[in-house]
């Protein structure tokens, strides 16, 4: 065969399109605007409200592409679970910035002070966590606190402080300015959580993963307690300590008044604390204005049964409102009735105001695994959107006592996909899509709150559906609201007890925990393709805008691409599943990581539309934040890069800032 070597002339439109292209890319950045705001970021939400919205401008929507890597910060801390750290960890730390410095922590739990315009480090603290215990709810650390003290002078020791929390349930006051215990707060600086909350079986059953919250002089702090273990699991009290001394205020025992034990319901803790009860391991809120602490609680123990609860549902999957100086419920509101699915309230309640007509109203948003959004009245509970109880299925397995009805809200419509049938599978050849077609019609499926069986539910939204741990972002001027989802179904079957230890050892891979205290064990697994796809059609991620005036859906876009999931770096918009929240700016912007590559990326808020994204050494599963500190500084956005290792995305263990040239 002759081979034409004659050079080919390229088309003149490509020509175009090519120079256009290249011009673009060498387009020098506008002048910076030092003339905007300054801000800091204070807390894990922006502000006790959590909004994570920022009144910055320097970047823009016509400016944000030429954003670039300012410094990055190298923690080092992260785990596989496979080496010589048994658990795996996730870098979802939100940092905060107070006084010119920059203090976050990393999943074992070591704080870290930077210089914040060049990623410097001032001091770090090891608390030295035991790294070997069995962490169910893998290493982690979302975010530290910090607290100002009136009385002490500048530059006396703990003047400011920083509060965080441990993986194995300590609570501990630092220096902000040198990072040495601040050694008048409980026993050298040190509190232990696992005092009074019941005996912990194993280390990492017990364990506390988010920010604690201030409130006054008080620090406030809940816990996360491995699911589907027992039904007298640890106590899932909400604690409040004096921020002076760490001598505990009060505690928030989450049963009714009045509760009594059953032959079948938990017992006690030493200190008189419930056992199995719900617990608070998501971020809290805080109106120090109305003197309200907003704590979101997961389920009574365990997830899947409930049979045995006999007057501890009360709680459950709620946002629940306490007083601040007293513990002392205000008012509360359950997302889930007799929660079976796991679908405990992760997220952050998020504070805000509405405006109708010209009247400013205090609110507060709750997110939920559901897709479901509730507005409701800060100071009183009641739903400021319609919500509905409608009937749902029934018929659960003998002894489960299900509730007949389930609160849906009218409006904002529910987020993401909801429901799965045989003819919805999804897969990349006939064959994959033929085995997730089997796999659904074998399960029982009668709409979101279809009861655990025995033959098998298809849960869906899943228990890691919906807007999770990551929340929502709130832009108060436009009335705006942000938040992603993800679209991931799940197969929960329940395994009589008598079948535990050979379903066990017959499926070691399979996740079955054991429930004790129950007739039941449970299996619970993602649905998945052979080929690793999730069963149902994408997108299996999306970011979303709601209009919190009209309750209506603004936009929605698939988030994330197969970019780092395919065997090859092909880049599909089919979204994916994601960990971690977003932030809003007032100029205009959404910035979000998340998803399953590894990307941050900023996002028109009033269209939707992807305006820049930046490569990340590893998955994003964080949220991000933003500062400004001076006329003459720019503004940064920081977020961490260091994976996760349960959803599978890239380990490591980088700050990531990012600025304008």
């Not at 205290?517 to 690793?532: I, K, N």
């Amino acid at each position: 065969m002759q081979v034409d070597s004659r050079p080919r002339r390229v088309p003149r439109v490509l020509t175009l399109v090519a120079a256009f292209t290249w011009l673009l890319a060498c387009e020098a950045p506008p002048p910076l605007d030092f003339s905007g705001p300054l801000s800091d970021w204070p807390d894990y939400g922006g502000t006790k409200w959590g909004q994570r919205y920022s009144p910055l401008t320097q970047i823009t929507r016509e400016n944000v592409r030429h954003l670039e890597v300012a410094w990055t910060y190298h923690t080092g801390d992260f785990s596989d679970g496979e080496g010589e750290i048994p658990s795996g960890s996730a870098f979802e730390a939100t940092p905060i910035l107070v006084d010119r410095t920059l203090y976050v922590c990393t999943p074992f739990n070591r704080v870290i002070a930077l210089e914040p315009e060049t990623g410097k480090e001032r001091w770090t603290y090891d608390p030295e966590i035991n790294l070997y215990g069995d962490y169910v709810n893998q290493l982690v650390c979302r975010g530290v606190s910090t607290w100002l003290d009136p009385v002490r002078a500048e530059g006396q020791p703990c003047r400011r402080r920083i509060l965080t929390a441990t993986n194995d349930a300590r609570l501990i006051a630092l220096d902000a300015a040198t990072g040495r215990p601040c050694t008048d707060f409980g026993e050298g600086g040190i509190v232990d959580l696992t005092h009074g909350v019941g005996l912990t079986l194993w280390l990492g059953e017990y364990q506390v993963t988010s920010a604690p919250a201030i409130v006054g002089d008080l620090v406030v702090v809940g816990s996360a307690v491995a699911d589907n273990a027992r039904i007298d699991a640890p106590s899932g009290v909400v604690r409040a300590y004096d921020v002076h001394t760490g001598a505990l205020r009060w505690s928030w025992n989450p049963v009714p008044s009045g509760f009594e034990h059953s032959a079948r319901a938990t017992t006690s803790s030493e200190a008189d604390y419930v056992l199995g009860t719900a617990n608070v391991w998501g971020p809290i809120s805080v109106d120090e204005e109305r003197d309200l602490v907003f704590v979101p609680t997961g389920n009574s123990a365990p997830d899947f049964y409930g049979g045995h609860r006999d007057g501890l549902d009360l709680y459950p999957s709620s946002v629940v409102a306490l007083r601040g100086s007293t513990g002392e419920v205000v008012w509360f509101f359950q997302t889930v009735h007799h929660d079976l699915w796991d679908y405990d309230v992760p997220a952050q309640p998020t504070l805000t105001t509405l405006i109708r007509d010209g009247k400013r109203i205090p609110a507060v948003v709750q997110a939920t695994k559901m897709g479901h959004l509730f507005v409701l009245h800060r100071e009183t509970g009641e739903p400021l959107f319609p919500v509905e109880e409608r009937p749902v299925p029934q018929d659960g397995v003998p002894g489960e006592k299900l509730s007949p009805t389930q609160p849906f809200p009218v409006k904002p419509p529910p987020l993401g996909q909801r429901g799965l049938t045989p003819d919805d599978a999804w897969g990349l050849t006939p064959w994959d899509r033929g085995v997730c077609r089997k796999r659904i019609a074998s399960l029982r499926f009668d709409g979101i709150f279809t009861p655990p069986t025995l033959q098998g539910t298809l849960v869906f939204p899943s228990h890691i559906g919906g807007t999770n741990w990551g929340g929502v972002a709130v832009d108060p001027e436009r009335q705006l609201l942000v938040t992603k989802v993800s679209n991931a179904p799940a197969a929960v079957t329940l395994i009589p007890r008598k079948d535990f230890e050979r379903e066990s050892r017959a499926n070691p891979e399979a996740g079955i925990a054991p429930q004790r205290g129950t007739p039941y064990a449970v299996r619970r697994e993602t649905l998945l393709s052979p080929l690793g796809i999730p069963c149902n059609p994408p997108p299996w991620g999306q970011l979303i805008a709601v209009d919190l005036e009209s309750g209506d859906i603004a936009w929605d876009v698939p988030f994330g691409t197969t970019r780092d999931l395919a065997p090859v770096p092909i880049s599909v918009k089919w979204g994916t599943p994601n960990v971690g929240g977003p932030l809003v700016t007032a100029s205009g912007l959404v910035f979000i990581g998340a998803a399953m590559d590894n990307y941050i990326r900023a996002f028109d808020i009033e269209a939707g539309e992807e305006l820049w994204k930046g490569r990340l050494p590893a998955g994003g599963q964080a949220t991000p934040m933003t500062y400004r500190l001076s006329k003459d500084s720019k503004q940064f956005v920081v977020i961490a890069a260091g994976g996760h290792a349960t959803g599978g995305t890239k380990l490591g263990g980088d700050l990531m800032a990012y600025a304008l040239p």
